[in-house]
């Protein structure tokens, strides 16, 4: 089965940075694309970042300029680096990917469980 697992949520200052990390592991063939997500409780859940590769990727107005995806192939990794943290980015971020899982024909999305991230004033 397709797992992916967040890890580097913590608690940080306004103005610090955080990075954090998903993998992806099991049977995969192919991942098409990764993603980071972001909600907190009684908001609906956010598009954060989407990267295909280095040359294409997609950043919300909101973080554009502050946060940095990226995404190493050779582990099925995606990064989320995110710099001058403000106190409206505190949430659960969740990884998404959109996988080809080995023999598959067909490309499904997964989601990973979710990383908190707390920034403080």
């Known amino acids: 089965q397709v797992q992916l697992m967040e890890s580097g949520g913590g608690l940080v200052q306004a103005g610090g940075s955080l990075r954090l990390s998903c993998a992806a592991s099991g049977s995969i063939f192919r991942i098409n694309t990764m993603a980071w997500y972001r909600q907190t409780p009684g908001k609906q859940r956010e598009l954060v970042a989407s990267i295909i590769s280095r040359s294409n990727t997609n950043y919300t107005d909101a973080v554009k300029g502050r946060f940095t995806i990226s995404r190493d192939y050779a582990g099925n990794t995606a990064y989320l680096q995110m710099n001058s943290l403000k106190r409206e980015d505190t949430a659960v971020y969740y990884c998404?990917?959109?996988?080809?899982?080995?023999?598959?024909?067909?490309?499904?999305?997964?989601w990973g469980q979710g990383t908190q991230v707390t920034v403080s004033s």
């Open positions: 998404n990917a959109q996988i080809v899982p080995r023999g598959a024909m067909y490309v499904s999305p997964y």
